[in-house]
C-alpha cells in the first residue's frame, strides 16, 4: 500500500490549496481516508476525514470547519482536501492515512495504518 501526497506549496493568507492523495494498493471504499498535520513544535492533529462505503459521512476539526473540504473519487482512487481561506495557522506538513473503514474514532490517530509522507503547506501573512 502506498499513499502520496501532493499539493503543498507557498500561499498567502487568503488564499486556496488543493492537496491529493492517490492511493494504491488498497480500495478507497473499504477505509476512512483522513488527513492530519503537524506544525513546527506541535503534535500532529487531525483535520479531516472521509468514510469509507459511500464516503457520504466526514468530518472536521473545528479550526477547519467551513473552510477546508474532503472528498474522494474512487475512479482515481484519490482523496482530496480543498483548503480555503487559508490562514499562516494552517502552516503544516499535512499527511493523509488510511484506517480501515468502521474501526473506531476518525480523529484517533494510532488508529490509521497507512500514511502517506506529507506535503508542506505555507501560508504568509
Known amino acids: 500500500v502506498q499513499l502520496q501526497a501532493s499539493g503543498g506549496g507557498f500561499v498567502q493568507a487568503g488564499g486556496s490549496l488543493r492537496l491529493s492523495c492517490a492511493a494504491s494498493?488498497?480500495?478507497?471504499?473499504?477505509?476512512?481516508m483522513g488527513w492530519f498535520r503537524q506544525s513546527p513544535g506541535k503534535e500532529r492533529e487531525f483535520v479531516a476525514a472521509?468514510?469509507?462505503?459511500?464516503?457520504?459521512?466526514?468530518w472536521y476539526a473545528d479550526s477547519v470547519k467551513g473552510r477546508f473540504t474532503i472528498s474522494r473519487d474512487n475512479a482515481k482512487n484519490t482523496v482530496y482536501l480543498q483548503m480555503n481561506s487559508l490562514q499562516p495557522e494552517d502552516t503544516a506538513v499535512y499527511y493523509c492515512?488510511?484506517?480501515?473503514?468502521?474501526?473506531?474514532?476518525?480523529?484517533?490517530?494510532?488508529?490509521?495504518?497507512?500514511w502517506g509522507q506529507g506535503t508542506l503547506v505555507t501560508v504568509s501573512s
Open positions: 492515512a488510511a484506517k480501515p473503514y468502521g474501526s473506531g474514532l476518525v480523529y484517533r490517530e494510532g488508529l490509521y495504518i497507512y
Open positions: 494498493g488498497l480500495t478507497l471504499s473499504s477505509y476512512t
Open positions: 472521509i468514510g469509507g462505503g459511500s464516503g457520504d459521512r466526514s
